[in-house]
């Protein structure tokens, strides 16, 4: 078994009842194998990203204990995120979706593979993944960029609220 590392993945949807998926996928993930859950955000009602023409998101993060290496923690996230109805294609990177599950961070690991980059290479970037990541992870820092804290001090909030 590997040494636990705390990953933090970020969860979100815009289609379909998503509070009630978001629920479903935690749960899916405290299930994980040699993984346990450590601490789950609020939900919080977001704004749309990139694409802006399409219904609002609902966010949350959740905290995990695992055992799993990086690699295979997606790899769970990937199916977890079929699970539930999630067709990953090129042209749908900022469109609706039922379920997205993003790892954040693995402990203070910096991984760049082929399709896998952790911390996500854009989480210093957005708000609505930065504000339930500090609620279950109030010290948490981005690897190559400092204090998420401090990240989140230089992004618009406006439109993040607690569900």
Not at 66 to 83: K, N, P, Y
Not at 94 to 113: F, S
């Amino acid at each position: 078994m590997n040494r636990p590392a705390v990953a933090c993945v970020g969860l979100g949807g815009n289609l379909g009842d998503v509070a009630a998926t978001l629920r479903k996928a935690i749960a899916a993930l405290a299930a994980l194998p040699d993984t346990r859950l450590l601490r789950t955000s609020r939900f919080y009602r977001t704004p749309p990203w990139g694409v802006e023409a399409q219904p609002g998101f609902v966010n949350a993060a959740v905290a995990l204990e695992t055992g799993l290496v990086a690699r295979a923690l997606l790899d769970q996230l990937l199916r977890i995120e079929r699970d539930f109805g999630r067709v990953r294609a090129a042209d749908d990177r900022w469109g609706p979706r039922t379920l997205d599950l993003d790892l954040l961070l693995y402990g203070e690991a910096v991984v760049d593979e082929p399709g896998l980059r952790v911390p996500h290479p854009h989480l210093h970037e957005r708000a609505f993944a930065l504000a339930p990541l500090l609620e279950v992870l109030p010290e948490a820092v981005i690897p190559g960029i400092g204090p998420a804290r401090d990240a989140l001090a230089t992004l618009d909030t406006a439109g993040i609220e607690p569900l």
